[in-house]
């Protein structure tokens, strides 16, 4: 059989956009590789890594400044056509007609790709069962939660067996539920259609799933090599320590992040701290760093050798697309709190939309000084939640006190004492960080030398360059600033709507050193996220499904519910929800 | 097999633009019912023809010859006179817009005019200066044949000089009704809003909401994408049409001169240019707000203002004439007027398609060019 | 008092903001000076309905020295330029036909005899009546030409009608349409500006931001309120400017009224802006339903034709349009030199509008925000 030609071949690629701010960028610098067929092949890096520049090229809607790319044998230059005949390719923001139905979206790429129509009875109703999209086919699309969009927008991708799948990030701000899901809909074509599938992801327990692995990062190809080739290089430098009983996870963890001399990388997990030591460092001092806690070595994973990869390579160039963690002096806040009584009180809350029911009966306290995660899949309810808590949206009924009151038809002086980022770090893009800031001060009623002082001051803290266009930071920094503008007016509670949806890990990891810091200063911090390992850096996380709070306690105590205590959170989160919805359908079933 | 997959892609294609166009209430909106509106306004609420526009009249001179200088005021149908007593009143009344103009016959008018040197003074009010250009006209007739008449008694038929007849006929439009020529002039109108204006988000909200990424890796042809969405664009065009030819013939009793053929060849060749031309600026621009903006300033304005619709282009500075021989509704507005009113031309028409289908050639290419499977 | 400039201070801060998000976006630059200076060059060079070259056709049967005379006094009112001499009846037709002249005149060969037996003499006047107004304009002054020449060889006194037009001597359309134009031209931006003002925000996510902040919904009204009315202000001296400086049209009133008039007038517009704003769920549809209404409003203004020629039901629906009041406003300050009492009434609808729309578009903010 040595007569298919590889999927993908790709000689000394390169490509260069004009950056935002003028100067040329080099978004792919010089990458050579090849992929055979049949295979499952992950590229992996952070953001700006040149991974969507790249499968943008391989589908032929970019022309390279330089190199050459096969695909399927066929020359991209000459015939792009012919390669978009064959291939299929599903972007990272896949464009469904949101006015169409799902039935309607699949129709017309059916058409578009000639399926007969034989073949697309039997296509439809296999997709339609995998996606569980089978009960909807007549609703538009724009009326679908995240996750249900994301497979509807795999199964039009997936209406033929193409000759190669590209697939882009297809799991970025979808739940792990629906992530799950997606993942078992391409392994199953992949065994049932011998499918070759080139995906990207910054997801490291997805890239593990995959025969090969590209790692990039800054345009340029690090390594590459089936997962477990990849994880040697880690070999040793694993550990995973458990701090001394009452100090939280993430103040070990914090104070690890701050020796990168010593340590590349560390995560809590399961009242632990997982980490990487950086290779040949001094033992003593990583004793010392650690207050002799227990350490024991752990089995290397695939997200530690890519780490490693990545301080490598950054540590070799100065600037990193992403913002180095900040410092862990605190950013000042205002600690005019009386008592440790809780600050959030929610009773029995209720919102229906029309007789759609988004929340139904929840309740829980947040205690001053917690950092509170909101967790749950898409469309779970915690948004709806969420918007209620800030006073955004009027709940249907129930109790609900922020700070003392319900920021719904609180005076303008209780909304200053709350802090607000938005999901997509919703900012002025056209004005520059200061103006923006100096905005978001001035709303909030500073004046004068007052105002100008502080937004100097969080300018400093939070290390933002003010004369840059908000809309041309890179993703990590616009999220903090986003942060700088929701502290400006230092306030005692700060709510953040997903603030790492699409973010990279190495980001992540800097955000949730500012978290950690803030909560020690004594804010509270309420936080919804998608990613459940981030539950890990909460105090107390509450989880939602249907508009229903499943579970409610520390991360640990959730854990020891679902009976899943070891492995990722992903797992125990799960267990949880799956649990709650067959509790649910055998309800249904009794009544 | 080509030929086939083709139809079949250009088929889902139209169904697709079609859907989307019907579930978008605000599109309809601007597509059916405004055309309506405007319809009704430039029917009913617009008129440039004066009708029993008041005229103060201040009589100083209580003379016979003065009485006999303005009766002619009286028998135009264009004009009511008011006698007012003076002069501050008459003043009064036209600052106040309740008179269009005055007539002043002076207190020694009489002997004046036995002097040979009769003046009657006329003041308008130059803020509406069409009114007031067409009211002097009116009164200067009025005047001027009461003068001639007079004339004409005081001496005997064999000694008369002799004078001009004016046998005036104003073609097409015998009663001078400026709606007729407004209501075939909205056709074009309502084709280019319809054409440019909606169809200038197309492409535009595409890349917006980012659909067009995924639908460029298929076997999708840039000309197919550009054919579906020209498609139910110019079902609604050609059902404005329908209502304007049924406005204009039952609402506004328009005679509809030419022949129905050719005025929907026309039409349709007109309605592709003009979507095309939408298309073109929504490829270029890639944002709906810019291509809302550019298409109201380089199509719907010109249409209104350098199209020979309203302002008479044969009155216009010759490089404004020149810019507005640019403009493709231009070429569209002679023929449609001439059909409605006139009566079928086969070369004015054939000579307006050939323009058109230049322009829709040159556009496709373009538009072509805009939706090429490219992200760069 | 404290709490009021803290209050007031929020808003400086919010309308500092709107402006310099606008002045910072190219896209926003362009339609702010763009627009504005292309349409009024379009209606100042475009728009007029004075007839000052009217393309017309002769067929002169008679050679005669009085078909000569009529003709040359026909050519001597500088309105009538000869673009040709036919030489038989059938090419009437095809010169008016295809639009190459307006009028075609044509003197039977018994024009002179007839004349000369004190008859009376048919000239045949044919006007293209594809464009009525100029056709009836042309025929005005035909009629005037021939009224002299009558009254010529009577050789009797006519009566002299003396003209005087106020405000505007030489009944130039021009001057007609460009006053109107600082107020209709702003009104298309500001109202576009207003009803995007939100819709914007709320389509790039910074709404919530700013709702979570202490402004209140009055607060964010007025902030947003303010620049477009600025906006439509500048835009108005923009056009101002062109009008005076550019097109020559000589201003007899006074800047302060005239200022305090588009004050008036834009706020009515801004507060129809800011409804549309409140109640449009995206930037298409702000756009899509200020556009609905833009058309009517301009028709129905009196911009170019007069109120008085609409029917009565329409007569009265202009009483909500702010535009008609604002063109009366404008028109009479600039060319009128009306004085402030001569123009109050113009504001009463104007204010009725702002105080109808404005609380409106806040109730709306509160109840539809959500």
Known sequence: MNDTPPSVVIKALSKTFDGPDGKPFQAIDGISLSIPPGTLAAVVGPDGAGKTTLMRMMAGLLRPDGGRLHVLGIDLAEDAQEVQNRISYMPQRFGLYEDLSVQENLDLYADLHGVPADVRVERFSRLLAMTDLAHFTDRPAGKLSGGMKQKLGLACTLVRVPDLLLLDEPSVGVDPLSRRDLWEIIEQLIESDGLSVIVSTAYMDEAERCDHVFVMNRGMLLADGTPDELKAGARGLTHVVSPDDGVPARDLQARMIDAPELVVDAVPSGGQVRFICQPGCNEAALKALLHDCDCQPREEELEDAFMLLLHQHDDGHGDASSPPPLASQAPAVATNGNGDGPVIVVRDLVRRFGDFTAVANTSFEVKRGEIFGLLGPNGAGKTTTFRMLCGLLPATSGELLVAGVNLRNARAAARARIGYVAQKFSLYSNLSVYENLDFFGGAYGLRGKERRDRVNEIIRQFDLDPDVHSGNLPLGYKQRLAMAAGLLHQPEILFLDEPTSGIDPLARRAFWRTITALSQSGVTVVVTTHFMEEAEYCDRIAIQDAGRLLALGTPRGVRERSGIVSGHMNEAFIAIVEKARAAEAEGQEAA | MSNAAFKTRLIALVRKETRQMLRDRSNLLVGLILPVVLILLFGYGLSFDVKNAPIAVVMESNSAAAREAVSGLAGSRYLVPVEVTSMAEADALLRAGKADAIVRVPIDFAEQQARGNAQVQLILNGIDSTTATSLEAYINGAIGTVALRRMDRGKSGAGSTGSIVLAQRIWFNEAGISTWYLVPGLVALIMTLVGAFLTSMLIAREWERGTLEALFVTPVRPLELVLAKIAPYLLIGLLDLAMCILAARILFQVPIRGSLLAILITSIAYLVVSLLMGLFISGVTRNQFAASQMALLTSFMPAMMLSGFVFDLRNVPFAVKVASQIVPATHFMGVIKTLFLAGTDWAMVAKGCVIMLGYALLLLALTWRTVRKRLD | ?370
């Open chain 3, 1 to 370: 008092m404290d709490r009021l400039i803290a209050s007031l201070a929020q808003i400086f801060v919010l309308c500092r903001k709107e402006i310099l998000a606008l002045v910072k976006d190219p896209a926003n630059r362009v339609i702010l000076v763009g627009p504005a200076l292309i349409q009024s060059l379009l209606f100042g060079y475009a728009a007029t309905f004075d007839l000052k070259n009217v393309p017309y056709a002769v067929l002169d049967q008679s050679h005669s020295a009085a078909s000569a005379e009529f003709l040359t006094r026909l050519d001597g009112t500088g309105i009538f330029k000869r673009q040709a001499t036919l030489t038989n009846s059938l090419q009437i037709a095809e010169v008016i036909d295809d639009g190459r002249v307006l009028m075609a005149v044509s003197i039977p060969s018994d024009f002179a005899t007839r004349l000369a037996k004190g008859g009376q003499a048919p000239v045949q006047v044919i006007l293209d009546g594809r464009n009525s107004t100029t056709a009836g304009a042309a025929a005005g002054y035909v009629n005037a030409v021939a009224t002299a020449f009558n009254a010529k060889r009577a050789g009797a006194p006519p009566i002299t009608v003396v003209r005087r037009a106020w405000f505007n001597p030489n009944l130039d359309s021009r001057w007609q349409i460009l006053p109107a134009m600082i107020a209709t031209l702003s009104m298309l931006q500001t109202l576009l500006l207003a009803a995007l003002s939100v819709a914007r925000e709320r389509e790039q996510g910074t709404f919530d931001q700013l709702l979570v902040t202490p402004l209140t919904p009055l607060q964010i009204l007025t902030g947003k309120a303010i620049p477009a009315v600025l906006v439509g202000v500048m835009q108005s001296t923009l056009v101002l400017l062109i009008a005076r400086l550019w097109f020559e049209v000589p201003m007899n009133g006074s800047l302060w009224l005239l200022y305090l008039g588009l004050f008036g007038f834009t706020g009515a517009s801004v507060g129809i802006g800011m409804s549309i704003s409140a109640l449009a769920l995206n930037m298409q549809q702000a756009m899509l339903y200020t556009f609905m209404l833009l058309m009517p409003l301009t028709l129905l203004s009196g911009l170019v034709t007069p109120i008085r020629n609409m029917p009565e039901v329409l007569q009265i629906l202009t009483y909500a349009n702010p535009l008609r009041f604002g063109v009366d406003l404008v028109r009479r300050v600039y060319l009128e030199g009306a004085g402030l009492f001569d123009i109050a009434f113009d504001f009463v609808p104007m204010l009725v509008v702002a105080s109808v729309t404005m609380p409106l578009a806040a109730w709306l903010f509160r109840n539809r925000l959500a």
